[in-house]
Structures are given as C-alpha cells and as structure tokens.
C-alpha cells in the first residue's frame, strides 16, 4: 500500500468509519455522508495534484506527512485525541507551576463567606 493509498484509507476510516447496512435515519445519515465524503475526495485528489504538478518528487513526502498527522491527532472516530503523540512534541500546556498562592489571590474565589 503506498503512502497516498494509506492517507486516503484514514482519511476515509476518519470521516467515515465502517460500513453499516440496513435501513432507518441513521443508516441514511451515514449513506449521505459517504456520498459527500467522495466528493470532498475527488475534490482534495484534484486540488493535490494540482499542488504537486510542480514538485512530482514531493508526493510521497506530502503524504507521508499527511498520513502522520492524522494518525497522530485523531482518534478512529475523528476526534482530536493525543493519545499518539510524544510528549517531547510539547503541544501539552503547563498547567501546574511551583508558584505559591497568596492568600489575596485565594480570598475571591471563597465564596461561602
């Protein structure tokens, strides 16, 4: 499987998900989201290829970096998650400092006084 193949399958995987068959809303909300999905594919295979008719040797590296960022940053059901990124990658906020707490800045946020 090529890299573009592999960005395609998760890009597909991500907006789409399994294939369910039957009948009811659901299972026709699903129908119209994979016709859209098609068309947003055709669309996005268009607008890359017009993007790499100038740098044809950039192809496998553009989709090599595609297929990491969404194995990275989303989840199988499409929402972002960094459950797969490395914490070295530092997208993670410090939250917590060793600063202490004045009693003044406390005082407000007590509200049962």
Known sequence: ????????????????????EGEGGFINLMKIKAGYYSQIEKLLQADIDKALEQYPDFRDELFDKLFSFFNRYFTESGSIYFNSTPFHNNIYERVYTDEKLDYRMIKPLIWWE
Do not use: C, R
Request: proline share 0%; charged share 30%.
């Open 1 to 20: 499987m090529t890299k573009e193949q592999k960005f395609f399958k998760a890009l597909q995987d991500v907006f789409i998900g399994a294939k369910i």
